[in-house]
């Protein structure tokens, strides 16, 4: 169960996301595609590696996280519909703004994989530009659900936001909901000054037990800080245009590293700070 969020102010932005799972293998990608660079982070489920967020040099971000749709939600996806996680890496290399993945999606239907063993859970993906432009994509009957930002930020969590179009922030419910609404509050009363700082700080504040990593973006520098196992004193520093990974706080070394072969395995970059 995760939380992210998109921010904007004074013509600035800034992405963050908890990844919140069981202890899993996780790798950090960034590597080219014609004229852009993309950034994704992957975690090893079901011994294949699936990306679960990304960003890439215009801007663009998008992040898949666990959705509750309820007892007896029936998603009507056919085997035509556009799988999850392609839809992220296809995003990521075709597009510079929100507004252009409504020309890629035309009529086809977001699938979200099932797992029998939780039938009322399936996932939702957040899609955010630079401009200033976000909405969140859920499962439908036969259609996709989209939740545009309304103001200068959007949180998403566990539960669906298609739900609660036009319900008071602090009146939502379900899973995750107690977070939204810490985030919400916290990036609200924060909103003239929101930068890398602060969005950590609303990461920290909605960290659960299993939180593995907090991650934000910035997407005017092309740059990603992130963080591991809820210790957010130690922050390392990605370089989308270099494609270079170092240290910024917490560590002894602050050793710059080319990623090898446009990746690495977030054990190894431990193990090299350590």
Same mark, same amino acid.
């Given at each position: 169960?995760?939380?992210?969020?998109?921010?904007?102010?004074?013509?600035?932005?800034?992405?963050?996301?908890?990844?919140?799972?069981?202890?899993?293998?996780?790798?950090?990608?960034?590597?080219?595609?014609?004229?852009?660079?993309?950034?994704?982070?992957?975690?090893?489920?079901?011994?294949?590696?699936?990306?679960?967020?990304?960003?890439?040099?215009?801007?663009?971000?998008?992040?898949?996280?666990?959705?509750?749709?309820?007892?007896?939600?029936?998603?009507?996806?056919?085997?035509?519909?556009?799988?999850?996680?392609?839809?992220?890496?296809?995003?990521?290399?075709?597009?510079?703004?929100?507004?252009?993945?409504?020309? /890629?999606?035309?009529?086809?239907?977001?699938?979200?994989?099932?797992?029998?063993l939780?039938?009322?859970?399936?996932?939702?993906?957040?899609?955010?530009?630079?401009?200033?432009?976000?909405?969140?994509?859920?499962?439908?009957?036969?259609?996709?659900?989209?939740?545009?930002?309304?103001?200068?930020?959007?949180?998403?969590?566990?539960?669906?936001?298609?739900?609660?179009?036009?319900?008071?922030?602090?009146?939502?419910?379900?899973?995750?909901?107690?977070?939204?609404?810490?985030?919400?509050?916290?990036?609200?009363?924060?909103?003239?000054?929101f930068? /890398?700082?602060?969005?950590?700080?609303?990461?920290?504040?909605?960290?659960?037990?299993?939180?593995?990593?907090?991650?934000?973006?910035?997407?005017?520098?092309?740059?990603?800080?992130?963080?591991?196992?809820?210790?957010?004193?130690?922050?390392?520093?990605?370089?989308?245009?270099?494609?270079?990974?170092?240290?910024?706080?917490?560590?002894?070394?602050?050793?710059?590293?080319?990623?090898?072969?446009?990746?690495?395995?977030v054990?190894?970059?431990?193990?090299?700070?350590?």
């Amino acid at each position: 169960m995760c939380t992210s969020f998109a921010v904007y102010h004074q013509k600035k932005a800034v992405y963050g996301m908890n990844f919140d799972t069981d202890e899993i293998d996780l790798k950090l990608i960034v590597n080219s595609y014609h004229d852009k660079n993309l950034f994704y982070f992957s975690a090893l489920l079901e011994n294949k590696y699936r990306d679960i967020a990304g960003m890439n040099s215009e801007g663009l971000f998008i992040c898949t996280q666990a959705v509750e749709y309820g007892p007896g939600f029936q998603s009507g996806c056919d085997e035509n519909d556009w799988y999850a996680f392609d839809l992220l890496d296809e995003v990521l290399k075709k597009t510079g703004k929100s507004s252009e993945f409504f020309e /890629i999606l035309n009529k086809r239907v977001i699938s979200y994989p099932r797992n029998p063993l939780f039938p009322d859970l399936g996932l939702h993906t957040m899609i955010a530009d630079k401009t200033g432009d976000a909405f969140i994509l859920e499962e439908g009957n036969d259609t996709n659900r989209i939740s545009p930002i309304s103001g200068d930020f959007i949180v998403m969590t566990n539960f669906p936001n298609g739900n609660f179009k036009e319900t008071d922030y602090n009146k939502v419910f379900g899973i995750g909901a107690d977070r939204y609404i810490c985030a919400y509050e916290y990036i609200q009363n924060h909103i003239h000054s929101f930068g /890398i700082n602060e969005a950590f700080e609303a990461l920290n504040k909605t960290s659960q037990k299993n939180t593995l990593c907090s991650i934000v973006y910035d997407p005017l520098e092309n740059e990603i800080y992130i963080s591991f196992k809820k210790d957010l004193s130690k922050r390392w520093r990605i370089s989308m245009i270099e494609k270079t990974i170092q240290s910024t706080d917490g560590l002894l070394s602050s050793n710059k590293i080319q990623l090898t072969n446009e990746e690495i395995l977030v054990n190894d970059l431990i193990r090299l700070y350590k």
